[in-house]
């Protein structure tokens, strides 16, 4: 469960992790994510919260996938939010949770 706050808190963030170590993701399926993972990734993650549907991501390159299922959209303190369930695979470990996104300033950030 940590590991997918940490996840989504990349996710929300620019790319420019990709150089860093990322010895503490060991076991679990982002750990594996390739830079054209977390591009394709962060794609149906910003689609699944501005449009308000479901949508998968998948790398035939790697075969890692994910799908992002967004809940409706709710105000909260004046910010447009959503829940969203995450579910990622790679090098067949699954990991799954649900966080909460608003958009602030224009993106969408965990909260």
Excluded at 4 to 20: D, N, P, V
Excluded at 37 to 51: F, G, I, P, T, V
Excluded at 77 to 96: F, P, S, T, V
């Amino acid at each position: 469960m940590k590991n997918l706050i940490i996840l989504i808190a990349l996710l929300s963030s620019s790319f420019s992790a990709y150089s860093s170590n990322f010895s503490f993701f060991s076991n679990t399926p982002i750990s594996y994510f390739t830079k054209e993972d977390w591009k394709l990734s962060k794609e149906a993650q910003n689609a699944a919260l501005n449009q308000g549907i479901k949508v998968s991501w998948n790398n035939p390159r790697t075969g890692n996938h994910g799908v992002f299922s967004p809940s409706h959209m709710v105000s909260s303190n004046g910010a447009d939010c959503r829940n969203l369930k995450i579910m990622n695979a790679a090098n067949r470990m699954h990991e799954d949770a649900i966080y909460r996104f608003c958009k602030l300033e224009n993106e969408w950030k965990i909260v």
